[in-house]
């Protein structure tokens, strides 16, 4: 029991917690502002291609980081057209995106690198294992303060609360709306980046593993909020790297290994003892995922 | 409301063109003349520098006499026009297997154990076509099934493993928690404990779904958990999700020029990966097996049922390179050359996993 808990599984559940918070970040800020967003999933492919490719081509892996965000954007710009300006449904074209970035980053791969889903590998020199976790625990206060005492943060929400109101008020309902999906690609894009430059050293196909969906779990087991979207994430990525640091350590009495299905078993279980016993009802925005339509 | 709807057919019919097949020649292959081979890969995609990769460099060696990365493959190519698909999710194998058989394919080989109960299927409807399997079972006359005794290479890598290995632990890092997986495992402990008895194996996996192929972020935190419990050899057999323990044992650095943690690269040789801190790599010779089965057809010699490659038919085997050498004492080296050549004579037996049952 003591190799369990560790200084190991305290770094490890950071970093397994810090692609999740910057992507349960930014879905917060598009979800408080009425757009679901499921996919984020694919902002983050759309982050961790794109960082790992620009990094091994400009070899500075904040240019790559900076790329990266820009990906998540551009794909979150994909989301808020078709949702904000066209009023799509916000699943569908969500899960658009998702499949979407299945294939994009193979179909990429292919005219860069001559490959079919993966980037080549980055020296450990370009490598930012730290830069991200900094950005993701410095964001939680930073989004707490902008959602909640800035016109800015009081306007979003208003938005995905009672847009009528919000109108009526003089607040530009879509512009709003295009801010906060904005904001939810460029920090699941980090997100992404941290995957590919930060954690591991190359693109793979797929490698964000329904990280996406744990995050949009982890934001609404938040209610929406910051701190306990924070607090949701270090969760998961607690749970994550204790199941990782029990495989093949703990043992039954009976001297036999616990079977790793049942260990893998072990943070979704969790979260639904926690989600069931402790949370209560989380209510999300009022208005989320009805398109606004203004009246005439 | 109508531009919603043609711009989200139009992004889904993207979506098809891109999910579905990612290869950048078109299915039709319209000369006749030659022997027309389909090659469906698993979901870990062609450049997964492992497992796919090998059969890849098979299907190529057969078709151009190259390995893909344009060197000469030493065998001559054959006169066939292959075609490849990837996955890009478990839904797409089965269109992907049956648009190669509607096109009357003359031979149709699917990567990976995940394709074997698709490929029954398929192969059920198109009793004239040939069908390969890698490391998969199926009864049907006309699939060949090329299998590999993983257990045998996996006991070499393991013995240099505890030959390397100064603090008693080793660790393997498996990617599924399957029966194909434990042959790995199983055959590595038994290498292991030939050199040392007392040797402590942790065996992680990093998933119980195929996602677990494509996770290189967890394959990273299981080889860190690994080293902090003591591990400073690490053999892996996940696939993309590997490349993770590549980078933990890079992470963990090198003293005095040499690297105080080790990584063990499979099926293709992945040496050159992080030169320095690979040992070596357990070679699974996909790509043999690939070819031999396509000149069997080529040749009208091709036999359905098992096809066995171990360390006799160069199916499996330890790689050694100029990445690796300065890892691997001639001592070592002749160890195991006794060892490969007393599990071929039979001498040593090996305990395979999937037996068990």
């Known amino acids: ?296 | 409301m109508k531009f919603a709807f043609w711009s989200t057919l139009l992004m889904l019919c993207l979506v098809a063109a891109l999910g579905a097949s990612c290869n950048r020649a078109s299915y039709g292959a319209h000369d006749k003349s030659k022997i027309r081979v389909g090659i469906v890969f698993d979901i870990g995609g062609k450049d997964d520098r492992s497992f796919n990769a090998s059969a890849w460099a098979g299907v190529s060696c057969a078709e151009t006499g190259k390995w893909p990365d344009g060197t000469d493959c030493g065998k001559p190519a054959l006169n066939i026009v292959a075609r490849d698909i990837e996955p890009g999710n478990p839904t797409s194998i089965e269109p992907a297997m049956r648009a190669f058989a509607e096109r009357g394919y003359d031979l149709i080989i699917g990567v990976g154990f995940a394709q074997t109960p698709i490929m029954e299927l398929v192969a059920k409807d198109y009793p004239n076509i040939r069908f390969a399997i890698v490391d998969g079972d199926s009864a049907l006359p006309n699939v060949a099934l090329l299998k590999f005794k993983e257990h045998e290479g996996s006991y070499l890598v393991g013995m240099l493993a505890a030959k390397a290995n100064k603090t008693g632990t080793i660790g393997f890092l498996g990617g599924m928690d399957i029966g194909l997986i434990h042959r790995f495992g199983t055959g590595y402990e038994e290498g292991a404990r030939a050199v040392k008895p007392d040797i402590r194996v942790i065996k992680n996996y990093v998933g119980v779904t195929d996602a677990a192929w494509n996770n290189p972020g967890k394959g990273k935190e299981l080889a860190l958990a690994q080293i902090s419990k003591g591990a400073d050899v690490i053999f892996t057999a996940a696939g993309n999700s590997g490349l993770g323990a590549f980078d933990a044992v890079e992470q963990a650095g090198k003293v005095d020029g040499r690297a105080t943690h080790l990584v063990i690269g499979v099926d293709a040789n992945q040496n050159m990966v992080k030169p320095g801190f690979v040992l070596t790599s357990m070679l699974k010779r996909v790509d043999n097996s690939v070819y031999s089965i396509i000149e069997d057809v080529v040749n009208g010699r091709f036999q359905a049922g098992l096809h066995v490659y171990g360390l006799d038919k160069d199916g499996v085997a330890y790689a050694m390179d100029e990445h690796n050498k300065p890892l691997i004492t001639p001592e070592m080296l002749q160890q195991v050359e006794e060892a490969r050549k007393k599990i071929m004579s039979g001498e040593i037996k090996v305990t395979d996993a999937m037996d068990k049952k």
């Open chain 1, 1 to 296: 029991m003591s190799e369990l808990f560790s200084v190991a599984l305290f770094w490890s559940t950071i970093r397994l917690s810090t692609p999740l918070i910057l992507a349960a970040l930014g879905g917060m800020f598009s979800e408080r502002a009425g757009v679901i967003n499921i996919a984020l999933e694919g902002m983050m492919l759309a982050g961790a291609f794109t960082a790992a490719a620009v990094t091994h081509a400009v070899g500075n892996p904040f240019v790559g980081l900076a790329a990266g965000m820009a990906a998540g954007a551009l794909i979150a710009a994909i989301h808020a057209v078709a949702c904000i300006s066209y009023k799509a449904d916000q699943v569908v074209t969500g899960t658009a995106i998702n499949i979407l970035m299945i294939g994009m980053p193979a179909f990429l791969s292919g005219a860069f690198f001559l490959s079919s889903g993966s980037t080549p590998q980055l020296p450990k020199e370009d490598l930012i294992p730290w830069t991200p976790i900094v950005i993701a625990f410095a964001l939680v206060p930073i989004a707490w303060y902008v959602l909640y005492k800035t016109p800015f943060g009081l306007r979003l929400r208003s938005v995905g609360e009672n847009p009528e109101a919000a109108d009526a008020a003089g607040v530009s309902v879509a512009r709003m709306k295009y801010a906060g999906v904005l904001l939810s690609g460029a920090l699941a894009g980090i997100g992404g980046a941290y995957l590919s430059i930060g954690q591991s050293s190359l693109f793979t196909r797929n490698m964000t593993s329904g990280r996406g969906f744990i995050a949009l779990a982890a934001l609404i087991f938040g209610k929406w909020r910051p701190v306990q979207t924070l607090l949701a994430c270090l969760l998961f990525g607690f749970t994550e790297a204790v199941s990782i640091q029990m495989q093949g350590v703990v043992k039954l009495p009976s001297g036999e290994d616990i079977p790793v299905q049942f260990i893998q078993m072990v943070p979704y279980l969790l979260t639904i003892i926690v989600l069931a016993g402790f949370i209560g009802s989380s209510r999300p925005p009022q208005a989320l995922g009805i398109p606004y339509q203004k009246e005439r």
